[in-house]
C-alpha cells in the first residue's frame, strides 16, 4: 500500500502562485511514476503533470510553462510549483502514483484562483 497526502493548497488571486506538496509513504518501494491530476467543478479529472522513474515528464497544455513538477527522494515528496494561476486552474488537485499497474490517490487538496 502506498498513502499519498497532499498539502499547500489555498485560495489565491490571479497572477498569484502556490507550491503544492505531496507525500508518499507505505511501501514505496519501485513506485514508477507519480504526477499531480486536477478535477474542476463539474468537469472529468485531468493530469496537470507527471514524471516517470525513466525521467519522462508530461504536462497539460494548459500548464505548460507556469506549472513545475519535481520531486525530492530523501523525502518521499512531489512538489507542484504553480506560477502565474488562473481562474480557470481553480480544482481540487490529487497526488497520484503508480505502481505495479496499480495506481494511487491522495485525497486533494483545494486550489481557489480568484479573479
Known amino acids: 500500500q502506498v498513502q499519498l497526502v497532499e498539502s499547500g493548497g489555498g485560495l489565491v488571486q490571479a497572477g498569484g502562485s502556490l507550491r503544492l506538496s505531496c507525500a508518499a509513504s507505505?511501501?514505496?518501494?519501485?513506485?514508477?511514476?507519480m504526477g499531480w491530476y486536477r478535477q474542476a467543478p463539474g468537469k472529468q479529472r485531468e493530469l496537470v503533470a507527471a514524471?516517470?522513474?525513466?525521467?519522462?515528464?508530461n504536462y497539460a497544455d494548459s500548464v505548460k510553462g507556469r506549472f513545475t513538477i519535481s520531486g525530492d527522494n530523501a523525502k518521499n515528496t512531489v512538489y507542484l510549483q504553480m506560477n502565474s494561476l488562473k481562474p480557470e486552474d481553480t480544482a481540487v488537485y490529487y497526488c497520484?502514483?503508480?505502481?505495479?499497474?496499480?495506481?494511487?490517490w491522495g485525497k486533494g487538496t483545494l486550489v481557489t484562483v480568484s479573479s
Open positions: 497520484n502514483a503508480g505502481k505495479g499497474g496499480i495506481y494511487y
Open positions: 507505505g511501501t514505496i518501494f519501485r513506485i514508477n511514476a
Open positions: 514524471f516517470t522513474t525513466r525521467g519522462t515528464i
